[in-house]
C-alpha cells in the first residue's frame, strides 16, 4: 500500500478511536468518500485489505491502525 493512502489510513484509524472507543470496527471504505473519484487508490486498498492480509468486512480500528503502522 502507497505511503500516502497508509497515512491516510492511519489518521482515520485513529479518528474514529478518538471519536468511538477502541472497539470501534471500520471498514476499507472508511478511507474514501462516498463516491468513487479515484478507484485505483480504492482498489489499492482493498486489494491489501481483502487479498493480502484476508480480513473481515468489518475490523477493529486499532487492529487496522496496528497493522498499517507496522508495515503490513
Not at 477502541?22 to 485505483?40: H, I, M, Q, R, T
Request: proline share 1%.
Amino acid at each position: 500500500m502507497r505511503l500516502q493512502l497508509r497515512r491516510k489510513a492511519i489518521a482515520i484509524c485513529e479518528a474514529k478511536i478518538t471519536q468511538k472507543g477502541e472497539a470501534v470496527g471500520l471498514s476499507f471504505y472508511a478511507f474514501f468518500a462516498n463516491k468513487n473519484d479515484d478507484p485505483e487508490l480504492l482498489m489499492e486498498a482493498a486489494e491489501w485489505w481483502i487479498k493480502t492480509h484476508k480480513l473481515d468486512h468489518f475490523e477493529k480500528a486499532v487492529k487496522i491502525r496496528d497493522m498499517l503502522a507496522a508495515g503490513a
